[in-house]
């Protein structure tokens, strides 16, 4: 079975600052998709970021972009030019390519912005 | 345009009671699911239907009871709960369930059992 560890409880940022959360994960699958949702106060599930595993190239969206690291089994998110709107828990995710339905979540980061 | 709405917003409901949560999405989607999250915890899996089958119940009690009218909705009955089952109910939609499509998910649910 497939763990994804956040080892992050709680993280602030300075407004417009950088900020880097960490994600690793156990599988011994070789294909797969990981994900970042961002889950605000309002609590609604979104869609930060999604990256193919079978992809060298690291995804990027905006001002939000991972570092996934294959071998090391490790999908960190950086924000960049960090604002209020990104307070927020944020989970990595993992999905198996094929015939898993289910999104194995960690545990999340609470990111705190200071103004 | 990505949308899963979820009615109502709140919910309170005895535990004798019966109630639904319902769950629409309009993007086509052929896979649907329902998870639980409690209170600083991510997000569990409770059911998933696919092509309005359903193909996954993780062990979910008998009294949460789930239906896939069509493919662009979804229901959960809920009879007879406990106060334990207070949560928010997310639901969920994706073009397939295979091949690792994402999963986009409503605003959710919030269900106090009193």
């Known amino acids: 079975a497939q763990t994804v560890t956040q080892s992050q409880p709680e993280m602030s940022v300075q407004e417009a600052e950088t900020v880097t959360l960490s994600c690793t994960y156990d599988?011994?699958?070789?294909?797969?998709?990981l994900f970042w949702y961002k889950q605000p106060p309002s609590r609604q599930m979104i869609l930060v970021i999604r990256q193919e595993a079978y992809k060298q190239q690291n995804a990027t969206e905006n001002r939000f972009s991972v570092n996934f690291q294959k071998a090391a089994k490790s999908f960190s998110l950086k924000i960049s030019d960090s604002q209020l709107g990104d307070a927020a828990m944020y989970f990595c995710a993992y999905r198996s390519l094929f015939g898993n339905e289910k999104l194995t979540f960690g545990t999340g980061t609470r990111l705190t912005i200071i103004p | 345009d990505t949308e899963v709405t979820q009615t109502p917003k709140h919910l309170v409901m005895g535990m004798t009671n019966k109630k639904s949560l319902k769950c629409e999405q309009h993007m086509g989607h052929r896979a649907m699911y329902w998870y639980k999250q409690k209170a600083k915890k991510p997000p569990e899996l409770m059911f998933v239907?696919?092509?309005?089958?359903?193909?996954i119940n993780e062990s979910v009690p008998s009294r949460f009871s789930p239906e896939c009218p069509n493919s662009s909705l979804l229901n959960l009955h809920l009879h007879a709960l406990q106060p334990e089952d207070s949560a928010l109910y997310l639901c969920a939609s994706s073009q397939e369930v295979q091949e690792g499509n994402t999963i986009y998910f409503g605003e959710g649910s919030w269900l106090t059992v009193v």
């Open positions: 599988t011994s699958e070789s294909d797969y998709y």
């Open positions: 239907y696919s092509y309005e089958k359903l193909s």
